[in-house]
């Protein structure tokens, strides 16, 4: 099966170097699609038939098998850890995924508005404590973590030190879901985890810098491409 995606040119930007492709505008016409199929045909074995499965409105390329994929319905598909790594918050995830959205829909300038969109809500805690919790599975006894910081094996790690602390007999594959807390002053962030079965909606106290915090070191990691997003977006609109 081969999947065949449109995209656009990177208005004269290396793709190499920037690893960014825009969407195109036309859509593909059925011939388009029948010629693919035939190109595609000339360059396998007889006897191997090429099936175009499914046609997307835009393609966001990261880098290599790191990418997203717009459909036709506006949902995006993400494939790639460097782009839905686990150890993201949720409300990290939903906003990568609503960034690249905007990249592939041609509105990069409308992500800053995004950025402080989601500012607002973590100020005024507006979510539910899942969107910032983060969900951690222990790899290592609680007996061998002990070992591995008295040997200073490894750095201490919240999941780790609220098992500890909970006197439960957690085993590794056990997850362990929690938050960080405001605390009087700064501290590690494993000092200042709490498990999420302990929030309390009526009396939060999630610090809310951190996450924002956070929000911005989206900002910074993904800021070569969204300005990049931009420029090829007025090179687009002044070819007009």
């Known amino acids: 099966m081969v999947r065949?995606?449109?995209c656009a040119s990177d208005a004269g930007v290396s793709p190499a170097k920037l690893q960014l492709h825009a969407a195109g505008t036309a859509a593909t016409t059925e011939n388009q699609v029948d010629e693919l199929q035939r190109a595609l045909a000339k360059e396998l074995p007889p006897g191997i038939d090429v099936e175009i499965d499914e046609q997307f409105?835009?393609?966001f390329s990261y880098k290599a098998k790191n990418y997203a994929l717009l459909t036709k319905a506006g949902d995006v598909i993400i494939k790639g850890g460097a782009l839905k790594s686990r150890g993201l918050e949720k409300f990290q995830r939903v906003f990568v995924e609503e960034m690249i959205k905007l990249i592939m829909k041609g509105k990069p300038e409308a992500i800053p508005q995004l950025r402080d969109e989601f500012e607002r809500k973590i100020r005024n805690?507006?979510?539910k404590i899942d969107m910032l919790m983060k969900t951690d599975t222990l790899q290592d006894s609680l007996d061998k973590y002990r070992a591995k910081i008295a040997g200073s094996a490894r750095n201490r790690a919240a999941a780790y030190?609220?098992?500890l602390a909970s006197g439960?007999?957690?085993k590794p594959g056990d997850q362990i879901s929690y938050y960080i807390k405001a605390t009087p002053k700064k501290v590690p962030a494993?000092?200042?985890a709490k498990l999420a079965s302990d929030f309390d909606?009526?009396?939060r106290d999630e610090n809310v810098d951190y996450y924002v915090a956070k929000l911005?070191?989206?900002m910074k990691k993904f800021g070569g491409l969204t300005a990049v997003a931009s420029s090829s977006a007025k090179q687009e609109s002044l070819a007009l």
């Open 168 to 170: 439960r007999n957690y």
């Open 57 to 59: 409105d835009a393609m």
């Open 201 to 203: 909606p009526q009396n």
């Open 216 to 218: 911005d070191d989206l």
């Open 161 to 163: 030190e609220l098992a």
């Open 190 to 192: 494993y000092e200042a």
């Open 125 to 127: 805690r507006e979510w």
């Open 4 to 6: 065949q995606t449109r």
